[in-house]
């Protein structure tokens, strides 16, 4: 009925949506720090964490792709991620649930967002920015609807029974995502053995590295306190109200950013997006009525969910599709980075100046230099274009 590509990016989009719940982190914020009396800044250390972990496991996990079936692959991932919700459940302490929550659930969901984005685009190689996107599109609809579940299960239980429900769901999705792939018939293709990089590949790897981690720095701020900000800044509403309004953002953003890929040239795209994030976060600075911090934030996370997509479509271009999975992995360190100290540097702004204020200012100066650091790597593009221009006069 359906063909074995198609087959494939199913598998792949169901096991982001369920991963992408990761993000939905801030309604745990107020449950976690009456539960074990700690500070924002400690508990927001647990969503930082999980993002360390996350990256570490995207950039070592190419390694790893190959050498399982894909079928076995996905299903482990989903074990391991719920062994460490069920950790997180029963946690008797914040460290417990680092051990759970932010180490192997945030390991968990490195190796499969990034199996599906890598297994995405070798599957579509001819439409790799749309099959990216859709993924990643898929990633954020998981962090879109997990808000007022988890919300629920906090009012029924608590953390623990959030934490629950998230394994509870890791367990259920684990046989449907392995059949899938099974019947699809699906492999990943290793790259070749790897040959020196010349000093330009590596320049063009740092640039996109500073602009990846600038850009998304904004973006994980929001995230990370989404109820945080909108409730200092004067909104009332439900606490999942902002999380889901910055996760269906963020998932328009995610396919428009893989679809825009394969259109417009990165060179201005991403240029472009984080100057959006940078425009949407000063405007919060400055004007704090509910309607503006509902647009502005869904305006950050349409950005950010842009920006996360585009990226890997963008290395698959320059470097190929085979080696796209180690070098990917390599440039998004800069997002673990963006993910150790952004959420944590808000909470800690926070506690610092009793408001979000600094700290939204802070990250749109991330998204100015982003954009520096994209003009930069692609400047003759620029110049040439400028050139033309003038000829025309």
Known sequence: MFDRKFLILLSACLLSMVLGSVHAFSVFLEPLEERFVASRSLVSLTYSLALVALTIAVLMGYRLFSRWSAGGFVSAICLLASIGALIAAFASSLTMVWLGYSLLFGAANGLGYGFSLQISAQTYPGRKGVSMGIVTACYALGAAVSPAMFTFAISLGGFRAAMLGLASALLVAAPICAGLMIKAGATFKAAPTQAAEDPLSSRKITLLWLGYGAGVAAGLMAIGHATGIAKALGFNGAPWVTPILIAVCNMFGSFAGGWLT????????????????????????????????????????????????????????????????????????????????????????????????????????????????????????YESAEADNSKWG
């Open 262 to 381: 394969d259109r417009v040239a990165p060179a201005r795209l991403l240029v472009w997006l984080p100057l959006l994030s940078t425009t949407a976060l000063l405007i919060l600075v400055f004007q704090g009525n509910t309607v503006a911090v509902l647009l502005c934030l869904g305006s950050v996370g349409f950005a950010y969910g842009a920006i996360i997509a585009a990226y890997p479509a963008t290395v698959s271009m320059i470097f190929g599709t085979l080696d796209s999975s180690r070098i990917y992995g390599r440039v998004f360190t800069a997002w673990g980075s963006a993910g150790l100290f952004a959420p944590w540097l808000a909470g800690f702004l926070f506690d610092w100046t009793g408001g979000y204020s600094l700290a939204l200012s802070t990250a749109a100066a991330l998204g100015v230099f982003s954009a520096f650091s994209i003009y930069l790597l692609f400047r003759g593009e």
